[in-house]
């Protein structure tokens, strides 16, 4: 079966300092909105309206709700890398073999290299990153010298499937 996935993996954001500040925005709004809206009473020492209390109560929550649906998804097949990063990407990326010229897993750091964690742009031609958490990756190199780091948290794997496939390219 040339279709076969060989390696498959789904991330997602976990890190709990994110989580925490998310549901604490949310929680404090939603209070407000219970305060204000339901109580009567107006929330802070300049409070909004209730229309915009509820407007701005949506939106974090929209927000909480986008970051939940936030999932990297990589896929290696026989004719090479299928990644995305959803709602971003709503249909896969494909990378064929041919189009490499490189290959590996590698550790990086997030934060220097890539200002962070999401759909990133790298510093000083270090190409794009998908990447949710941690800091090992699958580089890519393209044969039109770009670059894309895949973040993983199957780095052993990535690597045993990159060398059965003849695929791995330092």
């Given amino acids: 079966m040339d279709n076969e996935i060989l390696f498959t993996e789904r991330q997602r954001f976990k890190q709990w300092w994110l989580w925490f500040i998310l549901l604490g925005i949310n929680g404090l709004f939603l209070f407000g909105v219970i305060k204000q809206v339901v109580g009567g009473e107006p929330y802070g020492d300049k409070p909004m ?8 109560t949506a939106l974090t929550v929209f927000l909480t709700f986008l970051f939940v649906s936030f999932r990297l998804e990589t896929i290696i097949r026989k004719d090479g890398i299928y990644v995305r990063f959803f709602p971003f990407h709503l249909k896969f990326r494909h990378y064929a073999w041919e ?29 794009k990153a998908l990447n949710v958490s941690g800091n090992k990756g699958l580089q890519l190199e393209f044969t039109d010298n770009k670059k894309l780091l895949i973040g993983t948290n199957k780095p052993d794997e990535l690597t045993e499937i990159l060398k059965k496939l003849g695929q791995l390219k330092q």
């Fill in 99 to 127: 189009t490499l010229t490189k290959s590996y897993v590698r550790q990086y750091a997030p934060i220097a290299e890539y200002g962070g964690w999401g759909l990133r742009y790298g510093f000083m031609g270090k190409g």
């Fill in 49 to 56: 309206s209730n229309t915009g209390l509820i407007l701005t």
